[in-house]
């Protein structure tokens, strides 16, 4: 129904942000991570999603797409609710989520208030099926994407890493490789490149 809102901070609270939009002020639901980029007083956009219940009807919004895109893919998973996506996208970010699925780090994903082991355990479980079910080739990884030149020389692990992390936030298998296109990802981390093309991309 929206698909943005934009206007000034009219104020801050915890995981609440105010947005005055054209005289109307709304309550946007939101993550520590889109609360640390806004200023009271100065314009913001937030990227929408409306959550509509039995009893109730809440805006979530996020400072970018990337963030939105994580929010509804854990609203996917069985058992998680917005409070929990929005707890889990608190502690993690877009890319960082992305790792911890790849890598099973459930140490990571515990972290987020009222988010527990079996929690942990079920986005994980839940968000890999989803990249097994996305790739051309359940499970071979990097051999589903043909690497660019420019990462030839890159380890295979590190490519499946990053490969998996992009799968995870969407990214189609083209779209990967075109993405990966020019990068040197041989002198970065598996985060930082998977940063790299979450800021060079508009998804």
Same mark, same amino acid.
């Given at each position: ?24 002020? !709304? ?7 889109? *609360?640390?980029? *806004? ?22 919004? !996020? ?13 996917? =998973? ?7 996506? *929005? ?9 960082? *989520? ?69 799968? =995870? ?32 991309? =508009?998804?």
């Amino acid at each position: 129904m929206f698909y943005y809102i934009e206007g000034a901070v009219a104020a801050l609270d915890k995981n609440l942000a105010v947005i005055d939009a054209g005289g109307v002020a !709304f309550a946007v639901n939101t993550t520590v991570n889109t *609360l640390s980029r *806004l200023r009271s007083g100065e314009r913001a956009r937030l990227y929408t999603y409306l959550n509509v219940g039995e009893n109730a009807m809440d805006l979530y919004g !996020f400072y970018d797409l990337s963030e939105k895109r994580c929010f509804e893919l854990l609203l996917g =998973v069985s058992g998680v609710g917005p409070k929990a996506a *929005l707890s889990v996208l608190s502690v993690c970010t877009p890319e960082s *989520l992305a790792m911890a699925v790849v890598t099973e780090n459930e140490k990571m994903l515990t972290a987020a208030p009222g988010v527990g082991k079996r929690g942990a355990q079920r986005i994980i479980l839940e968000l890999r099926d989803k990249i097994a079910k996305e790739m051309p080739a359940a499970g071979s990884g990097a051999a589903a994407f043909p690497p660019p030149a420019a990462v030839a020389g890159v380890p295979g692990k590190k490519l499946n890493d990053i490969t998996g992390a992009l799968a =995870v936030l969407g990214y189609a298998p083209q779209e990967i490789t075109a993405a990966l296109h020019g990068l040197d990802i041989e002198s970065m981390s598996v985060e930082e490149a998977v940063k790299a093309v979450l800021k060079g991309s =508009v998804k």
